[in-house]
Each structure stands twice: as structure tokens, then as C-alpha cells.
């Protein structure tokens, strides 16, 4: 359901110059981001940061809120390439626990995601909108069918709706990095973690 | 623990000129921002919204953020003095779920609360950093009171920690709402109530 990342920079054979470069000054706007965060700037400020012209940079990206939709999304599949996979079988609340984990180290991008999603809600912001809107639907079908796996085969509790879990538990994860951030003694983790409990079946009393 | 809504403007007795006119300019510029919702502007196309000069406004608010700021704390404190009080045994995830409701007919304000809350996440934003942390803060303090007296008459469950049922329940509201907005086929209120039902004190077997 996501739209998938500009195609044309990850075609193979045919690789045009321009698309090379454009791939080169998003990988420093990457660096620069995660070095920064997302605190609201021009697409001047950050062509000068990056270190090419203001025209480069809306000949490639179009406008700020485009720059910062591939921006994330180039990182955010970088990580995903990075990381293992979950296995199957764990608890869903516990994969996001871990992704929370990375998350720590990367607070620019964390910041960058908050800004993006804030945008998204504001009126006439369609960038931001469709990838926002896209990636929750993406990460609520990806969690939901986690889900029914796991009450399928007895390791989580088989009464709740699994695409209102799903929604659940991306909820509390972005929620809480938001409060965490504000407030490094909420424990982003064990919030979590207690949640995971919570939908997890109960061992059968005896 | 949160910042008193701007003494100088509740005090009673005294009640200089300038404080009925940022008030009669506060009144306004709530109504034109429930309409109109939060998304970028400037100051001076808010105090053309609202009729009066950019002076004024920079006069009796300072700077965007800090009229943002005083737009939705205002607006928050008339929705808490229209509501009914929660009753003090109902269920924390269902009082959330109550004001879930409620925002629903406001929008704009919903918006509003997310761009400061992302704002608040940039570096070198005060006036939405000591807003956000302080409302979170508060919240969780609020909420975590409440579920200490529901674990002690037995309407919780009694093995959470209660700062952390605090911290997840607004978690899950505000990341319900952002998926709701961007997404009117997730069930913000039912989410909600699943958490509820979670957190619940299971009825004893027999």
C-alpha cells in the first residue's frame, strides 16, 4: 500500500547521472538530518548545509516537504536493510520495543518522523499526507497479520481484533517516543513491554 | 505541575484594558483556528484572520508559538470546564475514550495540539517545549492517581505500574487520534476501549 521509493533511483542498469546526484545529496541530507533533527528551516538553510545550491536541491526534491518525506523514507528503508528481521513468532509489542531501541540512537529522525506527521494533518500538505497515511496503513496491515499468526497459534490473546491491535500498539510506540523525548524518565520500553503482556495469552491456570 | 493559564489574565479585581483586550483577541483567534486548523502560517496572516494588526498581536502574544500555545491551553481549559468531571471510579482508558469523542467535533484544535506537540520536539522552542512537557507531565500525574485508586477498590488490574498505565493510555489516545485523522477507517474509540478492557481487572473465575 506504501508507494514505493522513487523506483527510478533503485533501477538497475540504466543509472543516469542525474539520478546518481540525486542519490549523493540525499545521502548528506541524511547525515545532516540526523545530526540536526528536523527543527522547522528552509530548503535554502539546508541546501547550504548540505553543501549544494538552493536550485540543485528543487531541481531534485521539488520542495521542502518533499525533501523530507524521501529524506525519511531513504533512512527509514536503510534501517530496515540493516536490521534482522522479527521472527514470526514474537510478540508484535515486542518488535516495536526493539525498533523504539534503535530509535534511540537516531533522535533527528525521530524528530524528523514528528514533523512529518504533524505536517500530514495540516490542510494542503500531500506529500506528507500520502507518505504519512501510506506508511501507518502499510505498518497496521504488516502488524495485523502478524497478529492473527500469533492467536493462531495460541501466542497472543485470541478475543481482540487484530487490525485494532495493530493500530494499538503503533499508537502507544509513537505516543510514547513522544513523551520519552519530552521526558527521558517515561520509559519508552517497559510501556511497551507492558502492552505486549497485556495481549499476550495468559498461561492456562492449573 | 503545569504552567497556571496566564495569572495576569484570571486575576480578578483588577482588570487593566490590556488584559480584556488580549482576551477579547484570544477569543477570536480561538474560534478562527477551530475553523481553520494549524496548518503553517504567519503571525500576520493569523492577525489578519483574526482583524486586528500585527503589532497587536506580537504585542499582547510575542511570537506565533507563544499565541499557539496560548490559543490551545485556552481552548483546553474551556472544554475542561464545559465537561463533567470523569467519575472518579470510571475506568482511565474510558475517560480518554470520552475526550476522544469530544474531539472529534474539533479538529482543528486536534491539529493544533499535534503541530505544537512537534514543534515541542525541535530544538529552540521553548514556549511549545515547556507546554508540551508540562501537559504530559501533569496528565500522567492525573492519570496515574486515578488507576493507584482503581488498583486499591479493585477495578485494575493490580501487577502495572501505574505511572506506565498512565503514560500508555495518552500514548494510545494521542497516536489513535493521528491514525484516526489521517485515516477515519481506524477506530480511535474502539482502540481505546480495548486498552480499557485490557487493563481491567479480569472478573475471578468461579
Redesign the interface.
Known sequence: MSAPPSESSRERGSYPKGVARRQEILDRAIEVFAKR????TSLRAIAQEVGVTHAALTHYFGSLEELLVAVYRESELRLDDSAPAAPPDENPAESMRVSAEKNREIPGM??LY??L?????????SAA?EF??AR??RL?AELAQRVRHLQSVGGLRED??PE??A??I???????Q??W???PT??LE??LG??GV??AKPPT?H
Chains 1, 2 share one sequence.
Do not use: C, P
Not at 533533527?37 to 522547522?40: F, K, N, T
Open positions: 533533527g528536523a527543527q522547522r525521530v524528530q514528528s514533523t506527521v504533524a505536517t500530514a494533518l495540516e490542510e494542503g500538505h499526507q504519512a497515511t501507518f496503513a497496521r481482540l481484533d485494532l491491535v493500530a494499538l503503533i499508537a502507544a510506540s509513537d505516543g510514547l513522544t513523551q523525548l519530552l521526558d517515561v520509559d517497559a510501556g507492558m502492552l497485556l495481549i491456570g
